[in-house]
């Protein structure tokens, strides 16, 4: 499956943005889908995860209150909303996917900038 994620840019504190994810090449249905973030010097951390359905969506404790994720199977998109942005949260952020059942992300988008200024 391809991941093409957008939907970054340069915000303020306090404002909202949402990130979308398109992917292409197998059945959308097929996949646990997560975000994910990258901190400049930092490790890759894990955002945010949904399942095939919608129905269970886990969300860092980072995070939590602030973001949350969903998605479109019609239109193959997996979406991370993100609001009260503070400038902690500046990273490239990137989806993920994997196969219902099993534990590692083995497709990864490009990512996307996120920007957060005080």
């Known amino acids: 499956v391809q991941l093409q994620a957008s939907g970054g840019g340069s915000v303020q504190a306090g404002d909202s943005l949402r990130l979308s994810c398109a992917a292409s090449g197998r059945s959308f249905n097929d996949f646990v889908m997560g975000w994910f973030r990258q901190a400049p010097g930092k490790e890759r951390e894990f955002v945010a995860s949904?399942?095939?359905?919608?129905?269970?969506?886990v969300i860092s404790n980072s995070v939590r209150g602030r973001f949350t994720t969903s998605r479109d199977n019609t239109k193959n998109t997996v979406y991370l909303q993100m609001s009260s942005l503070k400038p902690e949260d500046t990273a490239v952020y990137y989806c993920?996917?994997?196969?219902?059942?099993?534990?590692?992300?083995?497709?990864w988008g490009q990512g996307t900038q996120v920007t957060v200024s005080s």
């Open positions: 949904i399942n095939w359905n919608g129905g269970i969506t």
């Open positions: 993920a996917a994997r196969l219902n059942g099993n534990i590692n992300y083995a497709y």
